[in-house]
Structure formats: structure tokens, C-alpha cells
């Protein structure tokens, strides 16, 4: 019964290093192939110049979502308090508000909830 055991427990780990194997082989690009498949250009056809976005917004960075607490206070504009080790965001009026040591600060309740917070429910 026990050389069957580990015979299977043998067989499954051999099976699993060639999945392994074999998913990594044929995930990685093969370099023989995209050269043969490239088309050369033509130097007499000029390629075309890249158009830059419409609008006066060429380039926007992304908003701030949070930022960290000064002294143990969110900084105005900030009035939401996150807490990493409970997973929970405070808004402010909120029962547990005032008491709450914030790790994160949020402007919109939206933003702590798109990083994976939930709301607290007192």
C-alpha cells in the first residue's frame, strides 16, 4: 500500500514538473520564427509620423489616489482613513472616525474601495 502511495505521489510530481516544462516552452517566443514572418520595408515608402492625441491633454499624469498620514492625520482633502491590517476605510462622521489611526488616506470613499478596502459598517 505504501510503495503504491508513493509511486502516485512520484508520478504527480514528475507530471507536474513537465507541465511546468512544457507551459514555459510554449510561452516563450521562439526568435527563428519572428524573423521569418518580419516583412522587410520598403525605403522608398515613407512611414507615416505618429499623430499626437486631440486636446489640449497630450500627456496627464494619473490622479493621486492616497497618500500617507502626517502625524497620524490625513492632510485636507484627504478626509477618508484606511487601515491595511483590517481591510476597512472610515469616512468622516463615521462612528469609529475619530478613533481611527489611519495607515492610508483617501479623498473619495471610491478610491479606497478600488484599492480593495471595504466600508466600515458602524
Known sequence: ?????????????????????WQRRQ??????SATATATPTDPATPEPEPTP???????????????APVDGECPSGFTVKANDNSGIYHVLGGRFYARTVPERCYATADDAEAD???????
Do not use: D, H, T
Open 27 to 32: 510561452s516563450a517566443p521562439n526568435p527563428a
Open 53 to 67: 492625441a486631440p486636446g489640449p491633454f497630450v500627456a496627464v499624469e494619473p490622479a493621486v489616489r492616497w497618500v
Open 1 to 21: 500500500m505504501r510503495r503504491r502511495l508513493r509511486l502516485l505521489v512520484a508520478l504527480a510530481v514528475v507530471g507536474g514538473i513537465a507541465c511546468w516544462w
Open 116 to 122: 480593495g478596502y471595504r466600508r466600515a459598517k458602524a
